[in-house]
């Protein structure tokens, strides 16, 4: 059972690089979304999507970019990365009828910094 | 828009004894509310959720939490804590039609000492 697969675990970037945190899970969820977390902060929500072809913008989308080609996948996006970019990235995803009762499932993460 | 506020940012218990995780929300409508847990180096597992009726509602692990309105309240209990409970917990909130769309609050460090 992969259930949300996230990759890659741990990455260090310069600033102004860009990079791609892949995403996938193999519920067939129609909903999925990116948080990130900083300490002391809790999770903050950059963006989701409620099926293939569909995304929207969470509460800190800011220099941040998301595709959903497919039902599996949700990969996000960095474009010139910040030190304030540096943080843990969690994907999640919920069945339609889940969603709706706010029962995540939730990757291991994917750690980033930038120096 | 909705807000969370955990009152506790690290709670240290002993083994056996009992546990309470506090958290306050507000909100102008109606809003779902649950705990999460995330044990060291993974990700979030729900821990239990309220969505309506009964206020008090039960949780894996042996968890519940109990829904005040009122107080616009969310507190985690215990009666008995393990040393496996050592985790990080969230409270969140979610508006009835906001699709996942989770509001975190800034999470409780529970620590269980033998």
């Known amino acids: 059972n992969a259930g949300v697969t996230q990759t890659p675990k741990f990455r260090i970037l310069k600033i102004g690089q860009s990079m791609t945190l892949q995403c996938t899970q193999d519920m067939n969820h129609n909903y999925m979304y990116w948080y990130r977390q900083d300490p002391g902060m809790g999770l903050k929500l950059i963006y989701y999507?409620?099926?293939?072809?569909?995304?929207d913008k969470g509460e800190v989308p800011n220099g941040y970019n998301v595709s959903r080609s497919t039902t599996e996948d949700f990969p996000l996006r960095l474009e010139l990365a910040a030190p304030s970019q540096t943080s843990v990235y969690f994907c999640?995803?919920?069945?339609?009828?889940?969603?709706?009762?706010?029962?995540?499932?939730f990757g291991e993460g994917s750690r980033l910094t930038v120096l | 828009a909705q807000s969370v506020t955990q009152l506790d940012s690290q709670v240290p218990v002993f083994e056996e004894a009992p546990v309470e995780l506090r958290c306050n929300y507000s909100s102008s409508v109606s809003v779902y509310l649950f705990w999460y847990v995330q044990y060291p180096n993974q990700g979030l597992q729900l821990l239990l959720k309220?969505?309506?009726?009964?206020?008090l509602v039960k949780g894996i692990n042996g968890f519940e939490a109990e829904f005040n309105k009122s107080q616009t309240s969310f507190h985690l209990r215990k009666p008995s804590v393990h040393i496996s409970d050592t985790a990080e917990y969230f409270c969140?909130?979610?508006?009835?039609?906001?699709?996942?769309?989770?509001?975190f609050g800034q999470g409780t460090i529970l620590t269980v000492h033998p």
């Open positions: 969140a909130v979610q508006r009835g039609t906001s699709y996942g769309k989770l509001t």
């Open positions: 309220y969505l309506s009726g009964s206020t």
């Open positions: 999507s409620v099926g293939a072809g569909i995304t």
């Open positions: 999640a995803s919920s069945p339609r009828e889940g969603a709706g009762t706010g029962e995540l499932f």
